[in-house]
């Protein structure tokens, strides 16, 4: 057999640095045998436990240095003394080995989903003790619009912040659970069938345990209403008041007479002479605005601290100093309180009123052919709300509660030891190597798909050496239906913000990017509202389109990108996972592994690494907040002109943010080319593509027979046979020296 060449690869033989297997297994029992005195027999405690007579011949080696030779552990001071201090820290070990790992992460994870329901919990507490009306809702502001907006926001941060850690910690503990354990694996290779190893899987789920396949069904069924009620616990009531427009000539500030022509009683709307005089006696207190102030100020449909304005003309009639009178008042679908800045007739209804094509002609500016020299706005308090649902959130409450105890009985009831990462994978096949998958150690996740394993035929397969691509390492199903679906949901917000674009410039309304960016983030506007039938406050029940319709319809959007976002994931997970596995081919390194022995390392992220998970996670953060500002619950209160609720005419409908959604689709759009492009890295050309596929990672696991410390030691994988004389040779993982196969030469896996 010739000598094999190492080339440039890295690589570390010399193992007398490393501690062998068997005091990595039996430290515990050596120590404890240390401390032991004789039994009641007079043979040592060792003796009742361990029959191998060179027991205490045993040498350790720590950095390459004997620690202690073969020596009676009851007659040395100093040596009992190092051996104290070994056990201290081996116990210390044996404490992290309790929460190493996935346990670790699921005890984390299950940490955070206790604060975050301590957190739902008291706000809930603390919102009940302010008011709580018939309906559930708490009151928190009540006020200034301007306040209540940012509050909002705020809060609704603070939701998706907590929804996200708390999903986050759902989803890391299904995953773990649907890691198969060895005997699963070992199960489906002899019927024929593999397993993923390191990623969330649906083929894993008809080989686990039925206690994990149902708490991994309660975690994700208790997704759904937190996706559906938690944005929408939280909401703002706009307060829009109706008013009435007065065009007046100067001489009614100062008293003069006036009556209500014929002609003017259509439009009076709700008016009487007793208001008509109140506004008289007070206009001068109102607040004087120059045209393009005036303009403004009633430009919105929805008017929160405005209420009647006196439109001052320079027009005169002797008989009367009231000219006309337009009643207003907001219904979505049939009439804008903003049309009559745009008549110039004596019809408000004659056209719909883009206030940007009035501004620049403020100075000759009419109403109702009147030509305007200032208005007097009658100035009011803004009366908007920021609400809390209280029923909503107990909902939230328990189905936040059901995720701490099913996360906190999947890290307490499960003592088995699952394969979670690819380094659990390696480690067992290593420890015991599979016979399923033996003299296949060139084995690809694609002849395993191909199901050639099965066969008893095994010819040696010559060693190819090709350029693989991260895409490579997900399956085309993943691929095609994570890029379908997450194109269509693109195009459909798309499609949707043509429509609504299209709406608001149905209502002579400007459209462009400005005009949107004005609008606001997830702000409520009478032109963005959806109008499929209203529903008023005094409808308890809400008839076919009550209040919990629209929170389902607000909330739904949610469900549909977490979906997404497990797709979306579940590729960088693969690839990663890949990725991990490629680097062996070229760095001696130790086995990243969820419960650490010798020189293994501990991990507490399963696939992702912080680098990639962290980002991850803001930007699913920031695309559930940008969709819970592109569609969600509205709900509008109208004040009549005496300043009195008009119960009969409120709103609760959903409205939608046209900027909100650019941006949501502008993020989207970014998440997913970014996908794209990494998928483009390559892999290294010395290693094997297995993927997440548990036969071939299997197959690559057969090591050489003397190299039994491999598991626990720094790893590479390799060559470790050429093969002469028509006995082909044989790549593995090994502690020992390794080479880079040849192209063209034939192994076999045969050690």
Same mark, same amino acid.
């Given at each position: ?92 070990? !044996? ?6 790992? !996935?346990?670790? %992460? ?45 509050? %909002? ?56 345990? !039925? ?46 007479? !006036? ?72 219904? @979505? ?26 501004? @620049? ?29 209280? =029923? ?44 399923? =998958?033996? %003299? ?46 997450? =194109? ?154 005496? %300043? ?87 790549? =593995? ?19």
């Amino acid at each position: 057999m010739r000598d094999i060449q190492l080339g440039n690869l890295k690589h570390g033989g010399d193992r007398s640095k490393y501690a062998p297997v068997d005091t990595l297994r039996d430290w515990e029992t050596y120590v404890d045998d240390c401390f032991s005195g004789p039994d009641v027999s007079g043979e040592s405690n060792h003796a009742s436990k361990n029959t191998d007579s060179s027991y205490h011949d045993r040498k350790l080696y720590t950095s390459g240095n004997n620690v202690m030779s073969s020596f009676s552990p009851r007659h040395s001071t100093d040596v009992l003394s190092r051996i104290s201090t070994e056990r201290r820290q081996h116990k210390l070990k !044996w404490w992290k080995f309790g929460l190493s790992g !996935w346990r670790f %992460g699921v005890a984390s994870g299950s940490l955070l989903a206790t604060i975050v329901l301590v957190i739902n919990t008291i706000l809930t507490i603390l919102a009940t003790s302010i008011s709580l009306n018939e309906a559930g809702i708490v009151t928190l502001i009540n006020g200034s619009c301007s306040k209540t907006k940012q509050w %909002g926001a705020g809060l609704h941060l603070l939701i998706n912040v907590l929804s996200t850690a708390l999903l986050a910690a759902s989803n890391y503990t299904i995953q773990c659970l649907g890691a198969p354990t060895r005997h699963d694996v070992d199960l489906a290779h002899a019927k024929g069938a593999w397993l993923d190893i390191g990623v969330p899987s649906i083929r894993n789920l008809r080989w686990i345990s !039925w206690r994990k396949l149902f708490l991994m069904v309660l975690l994700a069924l208790g997704s759904v209403p937190l996706h559906l009620l938690y944005n929408s616990a939280v909401f703002e009531t706009i307060a829009t008041n109706d008013y009435e427009v007065l065009v007046v000539s100067e001489s009614f500030l100062s008293g003069a007479p !006036w009556e209500v022509d014929a002609d003017q009683v259509d439009n009076a709307g709700d008016i009487t002479n007793q208001q008509i005089q109140f506004y008289q006696d007070n206009a001068k207190q109102w607040q004087r605005l120059n045209n393009t102030d005036c303009i403004n100020a009633y430009s919105n449909d929805i008017t929160t601290s405005s209420g009647s304005v006196l439109a001052v003309t320079t027009y005169q009639n002797r008989s009367t100093s009231l000219i006309n009178i337009l009643g207003q008042s907001l219904v @979505p679908g049939v009439s804008t309180t903003n049309e009559w800045i745009c008549t110039e007739g004596a019809d408000v209804y004659d056209a719909l009123c883009d206030v940007n094509t009035v501004l @620049p002609h403020a100075a000759t500016w009419t109403v109702s052919g009147y030509p305007i020299e200032y208005c007097l706005s009658q100035v009011v308090p803004e009366r908007c709300k920021l609400q809390f649902s209280i =029923t909503m959130m107990i909902v939230v409450i328990i189905f936040n509660a059901l995720k701490v105890a099913c996360m906190f009985y999947g890290f307490w009831g499960h003592k088995e030891k699952p394969l979670v990462t690819i380094g659990d994978a390696i480690d067992s096949f290593l420890e015991d190597p599979d016979p399923v =998958t033996q %003299g296949l150690c060139l084995m690809t996740k694609h002849d395993a798909i191909k199901g050639t394993w099965i066969s008893p035929d095994r010819a040696p397969k010559p060693w190819q050496p090709a350029t693989q691509y991260w895409h490579s390492a997900v399956g085309r199903w993943r691929w095609f239906s994570c890029l379908v679906l997450c =194109t269509l949901t693109v195009t459909g917000a798309i499609v949707l913000l043509i429509i609504g674009i299209h709406s608001i410039a149905e209502e002579n309304q400007s459209s462009d990017l400005t005009s949107l960016w004005s609008m606001g983030f997830g702000a409520v506007n009478a032109n963005s509202l959806l109008r499929i039938g209203q529903t008023a406050s005094d409808e308890p029940g809400g008839g076919p389109n009550s209040t919990l319709d629209y929170v389902l319809l607000a909330n739904t959007p949610q469900i549909l990108f977490s979906f997404l976002y497990l797709m979306y994931n579940g590729i960088f997970t693969s690839m990663l996972n890949a990725d991990e596995w490629s680097r062996f081919g070229t760095l001696r390194k130790s086995l990243r592994v969820t419960m650490p022995r010798g020189h293994q390392r501990s991990t507490y992220w399963l696939q992702l690494p912080y680098t990639y998970a962290i980002p991850l996670m803001i930007a699913s953060s920031l695309m559930h907040w940008l969709v819970s500002q592109s569609i969600f619950l509205a709900k509008i209160d109208r004040y009549d002109i005496y %300043g009195k609720e008009n119960t009969s005419g409120s709103i609760t409908t959903a409205g939608y943010s046209c900027i909100s959604i650019i941006f949501a689709v502008i993020v989207g759009s970014l998440m997913l080319l970014t996908l794209m492009g990494i998928s483009l890295r390559k892999f290294n050309r010395v290693t094997l593509l297995v993927g997440s596929c548990s036969v071939a990672i299997s197959a690559a696991c057969h090591r050489v027979s003397d190299d039994v410390d491999a598991a626990f030691l720094p790893l590479m994988w390799g060559a470790v046979s050429e093969g002469e004389h028509g006995v082909p040779g044989h790549c =593995t993982f090994s502690s020992e020296e390794v080479a880079a196969p040849i192209k063209g030469t034939l192994y076999a896996g045969v050690s």
